[in-house]
DNA sequence: TTTGACCGATTGTAATATGCAAGCGGTTTT
DNA sequence: AAAACCGCTTGCATATTACAATCGGTCAAA
C-alpha cells in the first residue's frame, strides 16, 4: 500500500501529480502552443518560467509518464518532447478549468477566447482535440474528415489579437 | 494589467488560485465529506494535513471568495465554513480530476468509488449536486423532486467499505 | 466548581521548493 | 573564425512546507 502518496483518493492522486503552479503550464503550452523544445517553452512562455524549473519539471513530467522525449535529429542536442495518452487525456480537465477561470477570474481577452471556444465546443470537440494531438505527439493516423482543432483555436486567437490592435 | 498574477490566461489564472497541493484537498472535504469545522477538516483528513496549513489555506481560500466563514452560534470559538458559488462550481473540474486519476493514478477502491459515481452521472448529476450543495450550503431551497446526490455518494463509499470488511 | 477534553489557531524550527542570474560544454549558423 | 544558439546546471537568496509543541479560551461531565 505505502507507495509514498499520501491517500488513494483519485482527486488527491492528481494533485499530487499535477499540483503545482507549474506542471500544467508547461503541458499546456505542449499541448496549445505546439512548443516541443527546451527553449520554445522556456522563451515563448506567458508566465515566465525559470530554466531550472522548466528542466525540473520535464523532468519530473517524464519520469510521470505524462511526456515522452526523443532526439531532434535536425539538431545533436535538441530533443522533442511529445505528450502521451494520459497527457492528452487531460483535455477535460483543461477545459474545465479554463471554463472555470473565464467565470470566476480576471482573465485578459486574448487568453481567454480558447477556453471559451472549448467550453462551447463540449466534449466533441474535445475529442477531435484529443484525436488530433494523438496526430501531432503518438503517430496516429490523421482523419481528413474533421477539421483541425488547433487551427480553429489558433485562428481565433490571432483574430481576437488583430481586431485588439486595430481598435 | 498587473494585478500580481503571471498572465491573464484563464488556466493560469486558475493555477495561481487552486494550483498547489492542498487548496483542493480543504475544498473537497467540506464539499464531499461535509466537514464544516477546522477541527473536522484537520483529524478526519485522509491526507493528514498539518493545522498551519489548514489555517492558511482556510485564510487563503476565504480571501479568494472560495468559501465564506460564519460564527458557529452553538459554540464561542468554533466557525462554520461555508463553500460559495464559486467553489460549487468547481465540481466540473474535480469530476474530470477524480475521472484522469481513477484512470491513470493508483487509486484506491473505496476512495474512488464516488469518482467513479460522479464521471458515469455526467453533466445531470453534477447539476443535481451542485443544486444540493447550494442548499447545505447556501441556504437554497431544496426541490423534493431531485433525490440526494451527496447521499448517493455517501451509500456508494460506504458499501464498499463494507464489502471489503466483509471479505 | 473543578477537571479534563476540546476549540481554532499560532509559534518555532527544519526541510524543501522556488525565483533569479550566471554559466557550462557543445552545436549550428554566418 | 566568430557569434548565436542548444539543453541544461549551478549557486544563492527567498518563500513555502512539514512537523511538533503549545497558546488562551470554552465546553461538558463529575
Request: some cysteine; aromatic content about 8%; hydrophobic content about 40%.
Amino acid at each position: 500500500m505505502e507507495d509514498g502518496f499520501r491517500s488513494g483518493c483519485p482527486i488527491n492522486l492528481t494533485l499530487e501529480v499535477l499540483g503545482d503552479r507549474w506542471s500544467l503550464i508547461v503541458i499546456r503550452d505542449i499541448m496549445f502552443g505546439n512548443r516541443r523544445h527546451f527553449r520554445e517553452l522556456l522563451q515563448n512562455s506567458e508566465e515566465g518560467i525559470a530554466s531550472n524549473i522548466l528542466a525540473s519539471r520535464l523532468k519530473r513530467l517524464l519520469e510521470h509518464g505524462l511526456l515522452t522525449r526523443v532526439d531532434d535529429p535536425s539538431h545533436k542536442q535538441k530533443g522533442i518532447y511529445s505528450l502521451t495518452e494520459m497527457s492528452i487525456s487531460l483535455i477535460p480537465i483543461f477545459a474545465e478549468m479554463g471554463a472555470w477561470g473565464n467565470r470566476f477570474l480576471p482573465v485578459s481577452e486574448e487568453l481567454s477566447i480558447r477556453a471559451q471556444l472549448l467550453e462551447e465546443g463540449g466534449r466533441p470537440l474535445w475529442n477531435d482535440f484529443m484525436q488530433e494531438l494523438r496526430v501531432l505527439h503518438l503517430g496516429a493516423i490523421r482523419d481528413p474528415q474533421t477539421p483541425s482543432v488547433f487551427g480553429q483555436l489558433q485562428a481565433a486567437y490571432q483574430a481576437v489579437v488583430a481586431s485588439r490592435e486595430g481598435s
